[in-house]
């Protein structure tokens, strides 16, 4: 479930459906300000990616599914990750682990084809919802392109 007022920032391979922000498909015939929206989607997106190949390094046990949790565990035991991260950065800045991360040695991990897509999302929202979400993103869009 979303939180109102905020969004997942997902790939293309979900919907543009109220909650999840994917990026334009088809923008280089879509205009500038959809050109830009997928540009700095594709920035943050890398940022998050980052992100997680760096706890997947440290916490080993992030690299494999873990389907004897429930999602909520999932979720505590990633945040329980980052917390233990930024303490070790805190108190240890000068770990190997952190060289690896700023000299940019740490690699994504993306996983190519075969993977199940995750059934996370609102399946049931109605047309005038998923048009009122696109008209959004549009307008986000179109804000970063005045900005």
Not at 24 to 34: F, L, S
Not at 76 to 91: D, E, K
Request: aromatic letters at 10%.
């Amino acid at each position: 479930m979303v939180i109102s007022g905020k969004y997942y920032l997902v790939d293309a391979a979900y919907k543009n459906v109220p909650g999840f922000l994917p990026p334009y498909k088809n923008a280089a015939r879509a205009g500038p300000e959809k050109i830009l929206f997928n540009t700095r989607h594709s920035e943050l997106r890398n940022v998050i990616e980052r992100t997680f190949g760096v706890l997947k390094n440290r916490f080993k046990f992030l690299k494999g599914p873990v389907p004897n949790f429930y999602m909520s565990t999932q979720v505590n035991v990633v945040i329980a990750c980052c917390v233990l991260h930024n303490f070790l950065r805190l108190h240890q800045p000068g770990d190997a682990h952190f060289q690896l991360a700023e000299d940019g040695n740490v690699g994504l991990e993306h996983q190519q084809g075969g993977g199940e897509l995750p059934h996370v999302q609102p399946l049931n929202a109605s047309r005038a919802e998923v048009m009122a979400w696109k008209a959004r993103r549009d307008a986000i869009a179109t804000e970063m392109y005045g900005a």
